[in-house]
């Protein structure tokens, strides 16, 4: 959705997260936040905690820059 709203208020086809907008704090802290909520959907579907909490850690990092190789 981020990536069709991007597009609709441009129009450019650059994704959102390659943008300023995509190295500013805000945009680290919806990709933060966007990895919680799914890991809670996870955990509310069945995954066990700890399995949803380290994919919402790998996948903060990648999104976020902070991605450890």
């Known amino acids: 959705m981020l990536g069709l709203a991007h597009h609709l208020r441009t129009g450019g086809d ?18 933060a936040g966007s990895s919680r909520r ?9 995954t066990a905690e700890a399995d949803a909490r380290a994919a919402e850690e790998r996948t903060t990092a990648f999104f976020t820059g902070a991605e450890q190789l």
């Open 14 to 31: 650059t994704p959102a997260e390659q943008t300023a907008w995509g190295r500013s704090d805000d945009a680290k802290g919806f990709m």
């Open 38 to 46: 799914w890991a809670d959907v996870a955990i509310a579907a069945g």
